[in-house]
């Protein structure tokens, strides 16, 4: 009995992940939206008003 306890102690605890790694990619990931939504973003509401407006008109 105590080995399968240990056992499922073992894969619980190897089944965890990489939580530093995950949050290096969702740091990661939210800074390429922002730096893009910098570079990008006036361009982007411009494109989108430019086609809601031939649109609309």
Do not use: F, K, Y
């Not at 894969?11 to 790694?21: A, F, L, S, W």
């Amino acid at each position: 009995m105590t080995s399968r306890i240990e056992q499922l102690r073992r894969r619980r605890h190897r089944e965890r992940g990489d939580v530093p790694g995950w949050v290096m990619i969702t740091l990661m990931t939210a800074g390429i939206v922002v730096g893009l939504t910098a570079i990008a973003g006036p361009r982007l509401s411009a494109m989108l008003n430019q086609a809601l407006s031939s649109v609309g008109g």
